[in-house]
């Protein structure tokens, strides 16, 4: 079993950016397919992006992609979302989230594994 926690959100202004960190404890996060996603006020869950187990594939939702890479370092046990270009529809709580199979993808219910989320608030 993987303990996850992220960290990395704050309050940031229109095309700004942040870095957001996913720490794995209990288990090797190479063991584990990645994924972010966000739930905006209101709103359902969403994905954002995804990576595989290598780090040699990556997905992402189309409102995102060109501003958001993802990003694993193996050797720190740490999954990563750098954001870029931030706009105001961006702010939500992201999760990070771990699932045993080799391509991690968008939908929720493969991840077995949950951080308790960090919030980031882009103001226009």
């Known amino acids: 079993q993987v303990q996850l926690v992220e960290s990395g959100g704050g309050l940031v202004q229109a095309g700004g950016s942040l870095r957001l960190s996913c720490a794995a404890s209990g288990r090797t996060v190479s063991s584990y397919g990645m994924g972010w996603f966000r739930q905006a006020p209101g709103k359902e869950r969403e994905f954002v992006a995804s990576i595989s187990r290598g780090g040699g594939s990556t997905y992402y939702v189309e409102s995102v992609k060109g501003r958001f890479t993802i990003a694993r370092d193996n050797a720190k046990n740490t999954v990563y979302l750098q954001m870029n270009s931030l706009k105001p529809e961006d702010t939500a709580v992201y999760y990070c989230?771990?699932?045993?199979?080799?391509?991690?993808?968008?939908?929720?219910?493969?991840?077995?594994?949950w951080g308790q989320g960090t919030q980031v608030t882009v103001s226009s």
């Open positions: 989230a771990a699932t045993t199979l080799l391509m991690a993808g968008s939908r929720q219910s493969v991840y077995e594994y």
